[in-house]
Each structure stands twice: as structure tokens, then as C-alpha cells.
């Protein structure tokens, strides 16, 4: 099986390549510069920029290079499962299956599979790799198929972020839903929905953020100690750390695993974002 995913995965450019596993970048803009994101741009250039006032524009992975590879794997004679964005965040998955459907015309027999993670950041990124696990296992591919979509149904996004206002700009959460506290340092919790970001709740500080982080694991969360839990940060270690601490001491998870927000995702969300993902159901 010949697996896809998008660099809104959040997963290091090493993991691709190591696991071959076809990248297919979005782009972000800075000024009249694109870049490709994980292959030409990493995130801290994204936030480097948005600290100096620059808001840098992003948009969706290249239909040209869609176009070459579902070709490719037809030519083949390949299965392939391409994992992607949330399609209530991106025009990618979109634009995939208007890719793959085009590949039909000239190709009936191409085998692929897309299904709409419905997530984004390292949530997604924890799908993907589920099912590079399950390949590497010798599972089929309709086991695959059917496993990531299982996972995808179940996981639970938790997210912080600075300023909302600034998610509003860029069109990811309604400007109704935004709301700003950056001077009473309050801070924002969101959850994801059917794939759209969607506010919770706000709390003061970042203690009550990771209290109450904690508390939500628990209200939805399923065998959190056999489960892989993952953190995003947006250039705050520090955060992640924290929330880190004290995950392991209300549940010893088996692993948690902390990545940097990436720039796609980061130049919507901006520095401080923290994000949590955990599945509700396991099996």
C-alpha cells in the first residue's frame, strides 16, 4: 500500500521519508516568497514573521503534484490511501478527489482511497501514522482503511491559542466565535467538530487551561493509559512541558509525544498555541 498525507500532519520531514510515506506540501506565503511547507519553510520562520507583523497566508497542496502521483500509482498497479486535512479547514481533500476523479478518466482501475481526517496538526498526524503502523504490521488494506477511519471518528482535539482573533482573520473559527483576551490573560479553548475548530470555553492563565485540559481527558477520554497521547506547541516548550506533567500524573499514558505546530497550521493559530489529542474510544 502506497500511503499520502499533507504537511498539515505536523509530522518532521524525516518521518516521511523514513516511512515512505508520498508528502503532499501546502504552501504558505510570507510577502511575495511561497513555500512549500516541512520541504522549503519551518515553522519558526512562519512565527518569526508574525511577531514582526507580518501575517503569512497559506494555501492548499499543489493539484499538479496531486495529479503526478495518483497517475503514478496507477501506472503501478498500486493500492493507495491518501489521508488528509480536514476538509472544513483546507480546500485539499477537495481538491484530491477532483484530482483522483480526473485520473479515472485515463486510469478506470486506479485503486486509491481518501478519506477526510477531519483533523489537523499532530492529531491528524497521529492517524497517519497509525497507519503506517498497521502497513508495516502486514494488515490489508481494507483493515487499514477501515482502522484509520475507526480512529479518525474517535480522536478528541483540544487547542489554546493567544489571540482567536487572529484564526478569525485567516477564516478557520466564524469572527462571531472569536473573541480576544490577550490583556486579562485569558485564554481560549477550542475543540474540533465534525473537523471545524469551535470555541468552548475561556479561562484565565495557563494553569486553568491545563487544569481543565486534564479534567476533559477524563470527561471524554477512554484507556488513556495504553493510549499514545500527543502535543502540539507553537514555540512554547515550556507550555507543552507543563500540560506534559501533568497528563503523566493523572494518567501514565504509554508515550507522549511533542511536536512543533507546523507552519501551515501556525500561521493561523500564531505563537503560544497548545493542542492535545487523545482518542475517546479505543477499540
Same mark, same amino acid.
Given at each position: 500500500?502506497? +500511503? ?5 500532519? =505536523? ?19 510570507? %510577502? ?11 515553522? *519558526?520562520?512562519?512565527? $518569526? ?14 493539484? @499538479? @503534484?496531486?495529479?503526478?502521483?495518483? @497517475?503514478?500509482?496507477? &501506472? $503501478?498497479?498500486?493500492? %493507495? ?10 480546500? /485539499?481533500?477537495? /481538491?484530491?478527489?477532483?484530482?483522483? =476523479? ?6 478506470? =482501475? ?5 478519506? =477526510? ?24 488494506? $481494507? ?14 482535539? +483540544? ?10 482573520? #485567516? ?9 480576544? #483576551? ?6 481560549? +479553548? ?10 468552548? @470555553?475561556? +479561562? ?12 476533559? *481527558? ?26 506534559? %506533567? ?22 493561523? /493559530? ?10 475517546? &474510544?479505543?477499540?
Amino acid at each position: 500500500m502506497r +500511503l499520502f498525507a499533507d504537511s498539515a500532519s =505536523d509530522l518532521p520531514k524525516a518521518f516521511f521519508e523514513q516511512e515512505q510515506v508520498v508528502l503532499f506540501p501546502l504552501r504558505v506565503h510570507i %510577502g511575495d516568497a511561497e513555500y512549500e511547507d516541512i520541504r522549503t519553510i519551518d515553522s *519558526m520562520k512562519v512565527y $518569526d514573521a508574525i511577531r514582526s507583523g507580518v501575517h503569512p497566508k497559506t494555501s492548499q497542496a499543489s493539484p @499538479e @503534484e496531486m495529479l503526478k502521483a495518483f @497517475e503514478q500509482l496507477a &501506472k $503501478d498497479k498500486e493500492v %493507495g490511501f491518501y489521508i488528509a486535512f480536514s476538509s472544513e479547514l483546507s480546500g /485539499t481533500y477537495a /481538491t484530491a478527489v477532483m484530482v483522483a =476523479d480526473q485520473v479515472r478518466e485515463e486510469y478506470p =482501475d486506479l485503486n486509491l482511497t481518501i478519506v =477526510d481526517s477531519k483533523a489537523a496538526s499532530l492529531g491528524y498526524g497521529l492517524l497517519v501514522k497509525e497507519a503506517v503502523k498497521l502497513r508495516n504490521a502486514g494488515e490489508n488494506h $481494507d483493515a487499514i482503511i477501515q482502522k484509520v477511519r475507526f480512529k479518525a471518528d474517535h480522536l478528541e482535539s +483540544l487547542f489554546t491559542v493567544e489571540d482567536l482573533d487572529y484564526m478569525a482573520k #485567516g477564516g478557520r473559527i466564524s469572527k462571531g466565535s472569536a473573541f480576544v #483576551g490577550g490583556l486579562l490573560n485569558i485564554k481560549p +479553548l477550542l475543540h474540533v467538530e465534525d473537523g471545524k475548530l469551535v470555541p468552548i @470555553e475561556k +479561562l484565565r492563565g495557563r494553569k486553568k487551561v491545563i487544569k481543565r485540559m486534564i479534567e476533559l *481527558m477524563k470527561e471524554r477520554g477512554s484507556n488513556l493509559d495504553q493510549q499514545v497521547i500527543a502535543i502540539s506547541h507553537a514555540d512554547d516548550l515550556e507550555f507543552a512541558n507543563a500540560l506534559k %506533567g501533568e497528563i503523566e500524573a493523572a494518567y501514565n499514558p504509554k508515550e507522549i509525544e511533542i511536536h512543533m505546530v507546523g507552519s501551515v497550521i501556525g500561521a493561523h /493559530t500564531g505563537p503560544g498555541t497548545l493542542a492535545l489529542f487523545f482518542y475517546n &474510544k479505543t477499540d
